[in-house]
T-cell receptor, first 117, second 113 residues
Framework: SAVISQKPSRDICQRGTSLTIQCQVD?????MFWYRQQPGQSLTLIATANQGSEATYESGFVIDKFPISRPNLTFSTLTVSNMSPEDSSIYLC??????????????FGSGTRLTVV | KNQVEQSPQSLIILEGKNCTLQ??????????LRWYKQDTGRGPVSLTIMTFSENTKSNGRYTATLDADTKQSSLHITASQLSDSASYICVVSASGGSYIPTFGRGTSLIVHP
């Protein structure tokens, strides 16, 4: 089974609407990370989600636009709110590696390709 | 400011040929460097991780090198296959403090038959 199950894999949304992305991990992890990858760009960290506390957002990202939930140690959601075409991107969740076969590197979900029209 | 620069931005090679991708970084103090492979429409998958004391590490047909003095790394792919077509991302982490790694923009590799 997949280490991280992320869904939806892709979606096309109308501007002004919101989309919630889900990530399920097959083991308990302390921190989960949400990234954005715009076309031709590197991954940019949006926020770090800790269970039982508010998410920590990076510069340029705010909770009203990207609310995050972390109800337990295996699950998190990221919502992209009031979407505009500029939000079209790939969104990825990630956890820090805890398995030798992953070389203890970060493990990523398969990503959500979002297109806002 | 911590930065990771990768070159070339894109590369096209014929199946069976070798190629080398480059990564230069300014992340300090250095903790580790990782190479990831990202297939189109998928999340990145870890290929190798190297710490300060490691100069070279192999994973099948992939061999990564690290020169911590010049802050350079390379990823060498031997006998390329069509399935090697992907984006290869160099990721560098600093020690003591921020756990947030710095990502390169990636090199897009296309292997033609």
């Amino acid at each position: 089974s997949a280490v991280i199950s992320q869904k939806p894999s892709r979606d096309i949304c109308q501007r002004g609407t919101s989309l919630t992305i889900q990530c399920q991990v097959d083991s308990q992890v302390t921190m989960m990370f949400w990234y954005r990858q715009q076309p031709g760009q590197s991954l940019t960290l949006i926020a770090t989600a800790n269970q039982g506390s508010e998410a920590t957002y990076e510069s340029g990202f705010v909770i009203d636009k990207f609310p995050i939930s972390r109800p337990n140690l295996t699950f998190s959601t990221l919502t992209v709110s009031n979407m505009s075409p500029e939000d079209s991107s790939i969104y990825l969740c990630s956890v820090e590696g805890y398995r030798p076969r992953d070389n203890y590197g970060y493990t990523f979900g398969s990503g959500t390709r979002l297109t806002v029209v | 400011k911590n930065q990771v620069e990768q070159s070339p931005q894109s590369l096209i090679i014929l199946e069976g040929k070798n190629c080398t991708l480059q990564c230069n970084y300014t992340v300090s103090p250095f903790s580790n460097l990782r190479w990831y492979k990202q297939d189109t429409g998928r999340g990145p998958v870890s290929l190798t991780i190297m710490t300060f004391s490691e100069n070279t590490k192999s994973n099948g047909r992939y061999t990564a090198t690290l020169d911590a003095d010049t802050k350079q790394s390379s990823l060498h792919i031997t006998a390329s296959q069509l399935s090697d077509s992907a984006s290869y991302i160099c990721v560098v982490s600093a020690s003591g403090g921020s756990y947030i790694p710095t990502f390169g923009r990636g090199t897009s590799l296309i292997v033609h038959p």
